[in-house]
C-alpha cells in the first residue's frame, strides 16, 4: 500500500506511518536510501501536532544532499469513532514549484518568487538566494502577503485518498 501511495503524486518523496505512540510503524521511499535526518526529525514535531491538532506543515528546509526545498506534511489517522489512531507524514519536493518560477517571465524586467508564511525564500530563478535561506519580509508585495494570510485554506483537504490507505495500514 505505501508503495502505491508514492505513486499519487511525483513530488511525494517519502511516507512514515507512526502509531499512537509515536513509535514508526512504516516507512516508504521513492530510494531506498532516502529518508533523511532532516525527515526523521520532522517525524516527532509532526506527530506531536497532529495527536491534538488536524494536520501539521513544516517549515521548509533543504535538502542536503541534492539542495532542493523539502516540506513535511501530516495528518492524523483517526478511527471510525475519530479516536487518535497515528499519523501519516509524507516529505514533499518542491522542485517543481522552484521549476515552474524559472518558466515565468515578469514584463521585461520583473522576478517572480515564493515566499513562505515568514517571508522566507522558497523558489526564485537564482535558486543560491534559496538556498541561503534569504528573507523577503522587507519588500512591499510580500510585506502585504504576509499581512493578509489566511488560515481558512485547508492545505491537506486533497489527501484523502492517502488517508484511507493509512487507515487500512493500521
Avoid: W
Avoid at 514584463?107 to 517571508?119: K, L, T
Wanted: charged share 20%; with cysteine; glycine share 8%.
Amino acid at each position: 500500500m505505501m508503495d502505491s501511495l508514492l505513486g499519487y503524486d511525483p513530488s511525494i518523496r517519502q511516507f512514515a506511518l507512526l502509531d499512537s505512540g509515536g513509535n514508526q510503524l512504516a516507512h516508504d521511499s521513492i530510494a531506498s536510501n532516502l529518508s533523511s535526518s532532516q525527515f526523521m526529525t520532522q517525524l516527532q514535531a509532526a506527530f506531536n501536532q497532529t495527536s491534538v491538532n488536524p494536520n501539521y506543515i513544516s517549515p521548509i528546509y533543504i535538502d542536503n544532499k541534492t539542495s532542493e526545498p523539502l516540506v513535511a506534511i501530516a495528518i492524523p489517522v483517526k478511527n471510525v469513532t475519530g479516536g487518535f489512531q497515528g499519523t501519516l507524514v509524507a516529505e514533499v519536493d518542491l522542485k517543481l514549484m522552484r521549476d515552474l518560477i524559472d518558466q515565468l517571465k515578469m514584463g521585461q524586467s520583473g522576478y517572480a518568487y515564493v515566499v513562505d508564511n515568514r517571508g522566507n525564500l522558497i523558489a526564485f530563478e537564482d535558486n543560491g538566494r534559496v538556498l541561503r535561506g534569504e528573507n523577503e519580509r522587507q519588500i512591499l508585495v510580500v510585506k502585504e502577503f504576509l499581512m493578509n494570510l489566511s488560515v481558512s485554506a485547508n492545505a491537506t483537504s486533497g489527501l484523502q485518498p492517502i488517508l484511507d490507505c493509512a487507515e487500512e495500514l493500521l
